[in-house]
């Protein structure tokens, strides 16, 4: 008998009566999220992931996955030529997120992908991803990402770089879903 087995055995009328109680858990499953088989994001990148669940009473969870995420923005926004350089245009977004919701009827259902655009008065969204969820408002999931404000832009409309010169960024974006 292992500890928990040891420490979930029921003890009834003075130790007369043992029933130990087996409590097994499934088997942990592999779901793939992004890329595989999806089309929408398989011809590009995800990364540095952050990971949410959301707790909504009667076995119903709600997973949220943030991520840097390309999908989409290549060539249109974003553009790797080779090597480290990348040159950058208004309207990139990095801001990429998945989330499932799970039921006792339903424990495995698919993955929905999502992006968030910048908002007015900034020029793109960078990724390196953060996601909080408030346990006394579980339904409120926060994802936060780097940004780069329009005001820093280069008038020259886009930003060649070495990966290493963060000059343009100036602060950050949290966008909140409350379903």
């Known amino acids: 008998m292992n500890a928990i087995q040891k420490a979930a055995t029921l003890v009834l009328g003075a130790g007369v009566l043992a029933l130990p109680l087996t409590l097994a858990a499934a088997p942990p499953k592999i779901t793939t999220v992004t890329g595989g088989t999806d089309p929408v994001t398989i011809a590009d990148q995800q990364s540095e992931t952050a990971y949410n669940v959301s707790q909504l009473g009667g076995g119903v969870r709600v997973e949220t996955i943030a991520y840097n995420d390309k999908t989409g923005e290549i060539p249109t926004f974003l553009i790797y030529p080779g090597g480290d350089h990348r040159t950058i245009f208004p309207g990139v977004s990095l801001m990429g997120w998945s989330f499932r919701t799970r039921t006792p009827a339903n424990p495995d259902p698919p993955w929905t992908h999502a992006k968030v655009r910048p908002p007015a008065g900034t020029a793109g969204l960078w990724g390196d991803p953060s996601i909080a969820s408030n346990p006394d408002m579980q ?41």
């Open 139 to 179: 339904n409120v999931v926060l994802i936060g990402s780097l940004a780069i404000p329009a005001s820093k832009f280069p008038a020259t409309g886009s930003i060649v770089d070495e990966q290493v010169d963060c000059d343009s960024f100036g602060g950050g974006c949290v966008a909140r879903s409350t379903d």
